[in-house]
């Protein structure tokens, strides 16, 4: 039994830098708390559903159903997250609905780490690095995709319609990414 | 100087917002709204620079952004500097600080004037022809001189104190220009509730509205006009209003560029950005990018006071300026009659000289005449009178067969010149579109489109304000998808103007300089010059005079020049060769192009989730491709030396502890996933066990070797495969590009974990006894856990997959931890350890350990260039296997060839020097130069385990040589070293499996 | 910056790509069967046409699929997109080759 | 030809410059030449000059689809340099650095060939390992090049910014004194003029639409826009379009053609003394004779002949530039535009015979052809005079695809671990 005093505890990579802020443009840029995530991959045939993770929605959308929520961004490729504290039972639960087709359940619950930009203007500020068309019409309620902030790689994800955006990004980048978001937020101002 | 020359009442300005900056040093004022060549029209300041080649006085010419001479360097503080500011285009703002360049020791007196006198000698392409005897007086003598009476302005030196931005942005249509194409297109294609933007280069949206007179639109006056429309797309939400903001780029399948000035106009900015660079992915494009008026050509007009004449009626009408009181307007055509009677109306006395007859001008004639004009018909101009500026015009009368009168010169301290219009084309160019010369308009019009893009109104020809406002809504509304029209009245425009190329002159045209590029001193003879010489494709003669090649781009230039040799060649205009415009329309600053890439945002800067406790305990750190990594540990007064040497020994000696987190890691799962590995690397896959690791062995399919790393199988479909750093990227995208490509057949799937695991290695004897008390659900004894085994439980509570593998050649465990979990169980380790003096240690280290083990690292012994058998890893090859990538390629020619250089063992014979890495092996340094090279020397270390320093090297038929001495290259000549086993250390590999 | 229609995600900036060069070079069934010259010719010769050139491209930062483009090389413009192991719908010559 | 001279230019002065004559002449192309070289680059011009006076044959054309140097001769950014890692490269490479040291001369025509040396930094511990190699192998081929610390780096050209804390620190640099620039025009000037005084014909706005072969196979004539012109041995230099001229022979070539862009800044006073290189930040920087900052970067990543690259690749590039030298954000860019460059799987040139006898090729220079012009020239001419390789081209053949002799510098400096 392992005393109690060497159980390790979680560090996140922007623990101490990624303070709430309120930013110029009325933007403001949080880290998100920790969650279980998966990459979910199976071949063409998927059934409908997973474990209460939705997975026949369209290319590039996101369906949250409870506290799980599944974002689609390729044909045989979703990111699945839960609460923190039902990573095992996901993967669990997961596994035995796909057991019997091809198919990889990886853990990257530590490898990503998430960011939140909202605000009237959270758009404007992620398209001084994402190159997407971020309008209502284009990029809606639901919506979901891998992409670029200036020069790393994030998902990108719009739950609802509210302008809030989440922004998923390796661990190793998210000081990168978040640093570029509060930019972003300076880079809105115009002349007094 | 109080702004005499500022008219009592008109003009855009606000008179009640003084403004002051300065002029070489002398205070000036001006008013807010006016532009920095408006306010030193204002104070009756003409000459404001040198030009580039000659050092001639030059003035203001023009009102926009194809000023050519008037530049100016402006400060607007500290770290705010620089240089080639147009003087028309520079928005006035309290304590501007601007001065002239180009000249020494002042504007007024400059020394390099004395070019001036050598013009006969400096002409095109001189340069060419001389400065080759001595030949070594080019680089001493010459260039330097050539070189300091180059260049215009003086670049910045310190770093720029302000923030650019930059902004992706989508839109169904962008209109280029808010002049009255460009807002009458908004206005359209606005109404079906598209998204538009509009954008212009003018601090203030109207374009030639801005400088209106009489005319009116729809019955009301122009400006009305301008602001009632502004008003309407203003209130639109569809619509994105960007004044100060230049449309520079046009790039393939509509994306367009532009600059957002944001700040330079006000005093402080308050942290808000300098520019913003807008990329625009445009559904279509609607250029209105209106026109430019061509000087006209002729003796010394270049003078200060020569102006435009369409800038002198805007510094007029928009400005309230009078650029001069007594102003001759030149032209050969009938858009000047209006600057001159807007003129007359000012104050100012004005005549007309123009080249045409007067039975072929219109209705301007009778109108300037009525306004009290002078006009004198069939006149050429043959040269101007006054240095620092312009005192008089010399004209004199032309008849219809070209004979010349007599000379008379006309008194005066301003020249407004036009010589017809040209439309601006840039845009419609940059995006591949075809030019077409009309020849009826003298121009290069837009022809056949090349993306989703229409231009319109004076930017294709049109120079009539209703036909404009027409035509620009019918295309704003197309562009949208409408087909709406409306209709406009609106003042007729005074148009049509008589091409001319070169003034008629009864001068010596091969003796007089009349400037065609006037930036860059390139004149008519010039131009003739170059094509005597077989300079006949226009941009043979650009290359050659440089014409076109100034900061204006030959936006006044590049017609005149054309005309002139297509009249030297006795050949149609076109066949000469049109200019094909390439972004950006006008210079643009690098920080916009750069935005918030810069500092910490330039390259991410990649670190662990250990990364912070190494900079707490003093690591130095190495940048190894996106990664900070530690190199090591140096204790108070360590040298790197030292440190190493340290590390070194403590590992070998009790336990070490290395942050290797920056290892590529893919979890490769699927039925097929042994069969995928099997035909990835070299090495068998199939009968690896689950708990097994494997050494793992990538080749390029040309043969060489591409990656490496060790393999675990963690299930029958499931393997947890290792990169190197720089790699981990490439052989992803290597492995997802074969899966995908060649066998889609295969169940396998891929996804990164580098960055799900910390991967902390414990390396030494004590390495087992460190990590024993963290570590539960694995049994780690070495019967239950043996060296290239891999078991799941937990470290610290905490999940890990656990590795026995040692990259040092000591017993050694290297554990993969969640990353969130990775610093409290490196801490933890590091306590535990403390009792056996655990020592952390960096790359450094860790590449003299595994060179003391003859272990490779790919990119250090390797280069792209190297097979296994090269490096005496032949025997990692599954010679079973009928096929992997890279096997077919290891049986071509050149790759079972003898004399491959191959991995061995280097002992210097003096066993404290260090050989330098990247140093050349050769048998004999007898020999002459060019030397037969051997090879090169890979890794070199001081080894304190070794008791010496140790290097590995790849030498020709290396490991036929085994101890023969050979020679290594020094900072001072050669050393001698013997050919020994690439093992230094454990050469049987029994402390591995303690 | 090209806009390129990923077959799964539509119309994408080029920066969320990479090109893959030339399409259709197939790797040979048993490469130790193949000869020299041969070999040398699937490694390293490539379709290098000024006009329609059929391409590979990944849409890295995106769906992360690789599909097929025919692409004017000399206008840039793309023809159309289309899957992996799948056919063009064009039939020019070089579609085909 | 008239050869130009103090005297020349002065009396020339005195009468207002009306006595110069062309350069080089327009002829019409004549039934058949000995040589006909397709392409009227810098390589091509010099390959017929000194096939012309180094081998005497003169019964030569240089036919050129557009205007003399109108391709990448005139869209690079003219850096010259010797010091690459292999003896191959090294061979051709400074045999071409030791012809621009007399061309002006030689060609009576001032190339400004500008002996500003190149630096090229390392940013970390394997570039400092990959020059350090390339600085020793130099030195045993007898070209100069020489380590400079990070401190000797700053003196040498004092705008790098060596403060350890920034993102790509300096590491050191490898300096090739010899090294440097020239005006990129002047050369095919220089070259046509040289060419055509010795009886090249050099023919302009003239397209090579096919290659006539004989029964046999071997090579004939060519087919152009001006009609047919035979010749005894064609020599094809076209960079950009090499495989689409090959094509015309039946050959298929190891090539791809990419934009590859460049710009310059609006002219400044004197503030950059020599060339800078970097492969980690990955940018290069010089400034011109004129004051513009010459700066230059990678390919874009498709097959392209639109002379034209993407917008983000000129971000990327002035990044790096801003990032190595922030006081230049304030600078602005004047004028831009884009090469097609014809690159090999090994990233060196190819130069010599083709399966199709009497058609000779020289190509696949990739982003670094101009520093090789003379010598380039000068090999080529070698082995279309004599119908074998020059002893400095004969590595560079079109067989070594298939024997994996490759010759590859970029492999060399590989990145890995």
């Known amino acids: 039994m392992l005393d109690d005093s060497l159980y390790a505890r979680r560090v996140s990579p922007l623990d101490g830098a990624a303070k709430p802020a309120s930013l110029p443009g009325g933007v403001t840029v949080r880290q998100l708390k920790p969650e279980a995530r998966f990459s979910l991959r199976v071949k063409a045939g998927a059934p409908a559903d997973a474990a209460g993770f939705a997975l026949d929605q369209k290319i590039n959308s996101i369906v949250v159903r409870g506290g799980r929520w599944s974002a689609r961004l390729g044909p045989d490729e979703w990111l699945i997250g839960g609460p923190e504290a039902d990573a095992q039972l996901i993967a669990e639960e997961v596994e035995a609905t796909l057991r019997d087709r091809p198919h990889s359940l990886v853990s990257v619950s530590h490898r990503n780490v998430s960011l939140e930009i909202s605000g009237a203007n959270a758009a404007i500020a992620l398209n001084a690095g994402c190159p997407l068309d971020l309008s209502d019409a284009a990029f809606p309620a639901g919506s979901a995709t891998r992409t670029l902030l200036g020069k790393c790689e994030i998902v990108l994800i719009r739950a609802g319609a509210e302008p809030s955006y989440r922004v998923e990004v390796w661990r190793s980048f998210s000081t990168y990414a978040h640093g570029f978001l509060v930019e972003a937020a300076f880079g809105l101002q115009n002349a007094a | ?994 | 910056m090209l806009l390129i229609d990923c077959p799964c995600c539509g119309l994408r900036p080029e920066t969320e790509f990479r090109c893959g060069g030339q399409a259709h070079v197939a790797r040979p069934e048993k490469p130790v069967d193949v000869g020299d010259q041969d070999w040398s010719e699937y490694l390293f010769v490539r379709a290098n046409p000024r006009g329609v050139h059929a391409e590979r491209w990944i849409h890295q930062h995106g769906c992360g699929r690789w599909f097929n483009a025919l692409r004017d090389t000399v206008s840039d413009r793309f023809v159309e997109t289309y899957p992996m192991g799948g056919k063009p719908k064009s039939t020019t010559t070089e579609a085909r080759a | 030809m008239r050869r130009f001279s103090y005297r020349s230019l002065i009396s020339e002065a005195l009468n207002a410059h009306q006595g110069w004559q062309r350069q080089w002449r327009a002829p019409d192309p004549k039934p058949s030449y000995d040589v006909v070289i397709v392409g009227g680059g810098g390589h091509g011009l010099a390959t017929a000059y000194y096939l012309a006076s180094q081998h005497g044959i003169t019964n030569v054309a240089v036919i050129e689809k557009g205007w003399i140097g109108g391709g990448n001769t005139g869209r690079n950014t003219t850096i010259i340099r010797s010091n690459y890692l292999y003896d191959e490269s090294a061979g051709i490479y400074e045999h071409a650095l030791k012809l621009w040291e007399g061309l002006s001369q030689e060609l009576n025509y001032n190339v400004m060939f500008s002996q500003r040396g190149v630096l090229m930094l390392a940013h970390n511990v394997h570039d400092v390992q990959s020059f350090k190699r390339h600085v020793y192998a130099n030195r045993l081929n007898g070209i100069d090049n020489e380590w400079l610390s990070t401190e000797e780096c700053k003196a040498f050209c004092p705008p790098i910014n060596i403060s350890q804390d920034i993102r790509y620190p300096v590491m050191g640099g490898a300096l090739q004194r010899r090294a440097g620039t020239a005006r990129h025009d002047a050369v095919a000037w220089g070259y046509a003029r040289g060419a055509d005084s010795r009886g090249v014909d050099i023919i302009q706005n003239c397209e090579v639409k096919g290659i006539r072969r004989d029964a046999s196979g071997a090579a004939v004539g060519v087919e152009t826009t001006r009609g047919y012109i035979g010749a005894k041995r064609i020599g094809v230099v076209a960079a950009g379009n090499t495989s689409v001229v090959m094509q015309m022979a039946g050959v298929r070539m190891p090539l791809e053609s990419y934009p590859l862009q460049a710009l310059v800044s609006e002219p400044v006073k004197p503030c950059f003394p020599c060339v800078v290189m970097s492969n980690a930040v990955h940018a290069y920087l010089s400034q011109s004779d004129k004051g513009e900052l010459v700066i230059g970067a990678g390919t874009d990543q498709y097959v392209s002949y639109s002379q034209q690259g993407g917008l983000h690749i000129t971000n990327h590039t002035l990044d790096a530039i801003c990032e190595m030298f922030p006081q230049f954000t304030r600078m602005k860019m004047l004028r831009s535009w884009g090469g097609v460059v014809d690159v090999t799987p090994d990233r060196s040139p190819i130069i010599g015979r083709t399966p199709v006898q009497n058609l000779f090729v020289n190509c696949g220079w990739g982003t670094g052809g101009f520093k090789a012009t003379p010598g380039s020239g000068h090999v080529f001419a070698h082995t279309l005079a004599t119908g074998e390789p020059h002893k400095i081209n004969a590595p560079f053949t079109l067989d070594r695809f298939r024997t994996g002799r490759l010759i590859d510098e970029a492999a060399a400096a590989a990145v890995a671990h």
């Not at chain 2, 002198?312 to 007594?326: A, D, E, H, S």
């Not at chain 2, 860790?846 to 296994?868: C, N, S, W």
């Open chain 2, 1 to 994: 100087m109080a702004q005499h020359f500022r008219l009592p009442s008109g003009g855009r300005i606000d008179r009640s917002k003084p403004v002051s900056f300065t002029f070489n040093g002398s205070k000036i004022e001006g008013y807010q709204g006016d532009t920095l060549a408006s306010a030193l029209l204002a104070n009756g300041v003409h000459f404001v620079g040198r030009s580039f080649k000659y050092h001639r006085p030059r003035g203001i010419m023009s009102h926009g952004s194809d000023e050519p001479s008037a530049l100016l360097s402006v400060s607007r503080g500290p770290g705010r500097t620089d240089p080639n500011n147009r003087a028309s285009v520079v928005e006035l703002r309290e304590g501007l600080v601007t001065k002239s360049q180009n000249h020494w020791p002042s504007l007024n007196f400059d020394v390099g004037a004395v070019n001036d006198l050598f013009s006969p000698v400096f002409v095109a392409g001189f340069y060419y022809k001389t400065f080759m005897w001595p030949r070594s007086f080019w680089d001493k003598v010459y260039e330097p001189f050539i070189r300091a009476a180059a260049g215009l302005g003086v670049a910045p030196d310190v770093p720029d104190a302000d923030r650019y931005a930059n902004r992706h942005a989508h839109c169904d249509v962008l209109v280029v220009g808010m002049g009255p194409t460009g807002l009458a297109a908004a206005l359209a294609a606005s109404e079906t509730g598209k998204r538009v933007i509009v954008a212009d280069e003018q601090a203030e949206p109207g374009g030639s509205l801005l400088h209106a007179s009489e005319e009116t639109i729809d019955g009301k006056p122009a400006a009305e006009w301008v602001k009632e429309t502004l008003a309407v797309l203003d209130a639109r939400e569809n619509v994105i209003l960007l004044p100060r903001t230049t449309v520079f780029g046009y790039y393939n399948h509509n994306h367009v560029a532009m600059t957002e000035r944001v700040t330079d106009h006000v005093v402080d900015p308050k942290g808000a950005p300098r520019e913003r660079l807008w990329q625009v992915r445009a559904g279509h494009v609607v250029i209105a990018a209106g026109s430019l008026e061509r000087p006209l050509v002729f003796a010394d007009n270049d003078r200060p006071g020569v102006l435009l004449a369409e800038s002198v009626r805007v510094f007029v009408n928009r400005y309230g300026v009078l650029p001069g009181r007594k102003i001759v307007f030149a032209t050969s055509g009938a858009s000047a009659y209006q600057a001159a009677v807007d003129a007359k109306r000012a104050g100012a006395h004005v005549t007309i000289s123009d080249l045409r007859l007067e039975a072929d001008c219109g209705p301007e004639l009778a109108k300037a005449r009525a306004a009290g004009v002078e006009v004198l018909t069939a006149h050429t101009v043959i040269g101007t009178v006054g240095a620092k500026r312009v005192k008089g015009l010399i004209v004199a009368p032309v008849t219809g067969a070209g004979a010349i009168g007599p000379r008379r010169t006309l008194d005066c301290d301003c020249v407004g010149i036009s010589g017809g219009w040209t439309p601006t084309v840039h845009l419609f160019s940059q995006s591949r579109g075809k030019l077409a010369y009309d020849e009826a308009l003298d121009a290069f019009l837009p022809g056949t489109s090349a993306q989703a893009e229409t231009t319109v109104g004076a930017s294709h020809g049109d120079y009539d304000l209703a036909r404009c406002l027409t035509a620009g809504y019918a295309a704003g509304a197309k562009a949208a998808g409408s087909a709406a029209t409306a209709r406009f009245e609106a003042t007729p425009t005074l148009k049509g103007f008589q091409p001319v190329r070169v003034m008629p002159t009864d001068a010596n045209p091969a003796k007089v300089r009349a400037f065609i590029d006037f930036q860059n001193d390139v004149t008519a003879k010039d131009i003739k010059l170059a094509v005597r010489e077989g300079f006949q494709s226009i941009e043979h003669v650009k290359r050659y005079t440089t014409t076109g090649m100034a900061t204006d781009q030959g936006k006044m230039s590049n017609m005149n020049a054309l005309g002139i040799v297509a009249g030297q060649l006795d050949r149609p205009l076109p066949s000469v060769g049109t200019t094909t415009f390439r972004p950006p329309y006008t210079p643009t600053t690098f920080g916009a192009l750069v935005g918030p890439a810069r500092d910490a945002l330039f390259d991410p800067i990649r670190t662990t989730p250990i990364h912070d406790w190494a900079v707490e305990h003093g690591a130095k750190f190495e940048p190894v491709s996106l990664w900070r990594r530690a190199w090591y540990f140096p204790k108070a007064g360590e040298d790197m030396h030292a440190a190493v040497a340290r590390e070194c020994k403590a590992v070998r000696d009790g336990v070490g502890v290395f942050d290797a987190s920056t290892l590529g890691k893919i979890e490769v799962v699927g039925p097929d996933a042994a069969e995928f590995m099997n035909r990835m690397y070299v090495n068998p896959w199939l009968k690896l066990e689950p708990g097994k690791c494997r050494y793992g062995l990538m080749l390029k399919e040309d043969g060489y070797i591409m990656d490496d790393g060790v393999v675990a199988r963690v299930a029958q479909d499931r393997f947890h495969v290792t990169t190197t750093t720089g790699g981990a990227a490439r052989v992803l995208n290597h492995m997802e590009d074969y899966l995908q490509t060649e066998w889609p057949d295969l169940n396998v799937f891929l996804t990164s974990i580098t960055e799900e695991w910390a991967v902390i290695a414990v390396q030494g004897p004590k390495a087992r006894e460190t990590i024993a008390p963290l570590v539960s659900d694995i049994d780690l004894s070495p019967e239950a856990f043996p060296h290239m085994a891999m078991r799941e439980g937990r470290i610290c509570g905490a999940p890990t997959r656990l590795f026995r593998v040692s990259f040092t050649g000591e017993l050694g465990f290297e554990i993969n931890v969640p990353a969130d979990y990775g610093r409290a169980v490196w801490e933890a380790i590091y306590e535990s350890g403390r009792k056996f003096g655990i020592t952390p240690y960096g790359t450094e280290t860790m590449h003299v350990l595994r060179a003391e083990k003859g272990y490779i690292i790919v990119g250090q012994e390797t280069d792209g260039t190297v097979t296994p058998d090269d490096v005496g890893l032949a025997g990692m090859i599954a010679k079973a296997k009928a096929d992997f990538v890279g096997k077919r390629s290891l049986a071509r020619q050149d790759l079972v060839a003898s004399g491959r250089k191959q991995l061995v063992g280097l002992f210097a014979d003096d066993p404290s020097l260090v050989l330098e890495e990247g140093a050349q092996v050769v048998a004999d340094p007898n020999q002459p130069i060019p030397m037969k090279m051997l090879g090169h020397v890979t890794s070199s270390y001081d080894s304190p385990n070794v008791g010496r320093s140790i290097a590995l090297a790849v030498v020709a038929d290396g490991r036929a040589l085994m101890g023969t001495s050979l020679f290594v290259t020094t900072p001072g000549g050669f050393t001698r070293v013997s050919v020994v086993d690439p093992v230094f250390f454990d050469a049987k590999g029994e402390r591995i499996n303690a």
